[in-house]
Nanobody, 125 residues
Framework: QVQLVESGGGLVQAGDSLRLSCAASGRTFSSYAMGWFRQAPGKEREFAAAISRGGGRTYYADSVKGRFTISRDNARNTVYLQMNSLKLEDTAVYYC??????????????????WGQGTQVTVSS
């Protein structure tokens, strides 16, 4: 098992940047592919970004491509989401997730077995 704790959320203005962190504990962190998902009020949880176990492959939702960057530091058991040029529609609770299953569908939230508690990101005008 792995435990995940997100941090770094907050209130920012449109156009600002924010970096989220997700610290993992438990089983070997490098055993897991990691993803970031988000959920806005009244909406379903949606995929934002994912990264392979070694960090060599990344995958992004079209809505964040070019603005968000996912990375990981396996020595620090941490995955990051750098968010630039934030928009009002990026407002959501952001969750990190882990899977030790096949990474055939990185955007599929049902593929991920472990989830953090979420961190709120609010973008104001």
């Amino acid at each position: 098992q792995v435990q995940l704790v997100e941090s770094g959320g907050g209130l920012v203005q449109a156009g600002d940047s924010l970096r989220l962190s997700c610290a993992a504990s438990g089983r070997t962190f490098s055993s897991y592919a990691m993803g970031w998902f988000r959920q806005a009020p009244g909406k379903e949880r949606e995929f934002a970004a994912a990264i392979s176990r070694g960090g060599g492959r990344t995958y992004y939702a079209d809505s964040v491509k070019g603005r968000f960057t996912i990375s990981r530091d396996n020595a620090r058991n941490t995955v990051y989401l750098q968010m630039n040029s934030l928009k009002l529609e990026d407002t959501a609770v952001y969750y990190c997730a882990a899977t030790d299953s096949s990474w055939a569908r990185p955007a599929d939230r049902y593929l991920y077995d472990y989830w953090g508690q979420g961190t709120q990101v609010t973008v104001s005008s």
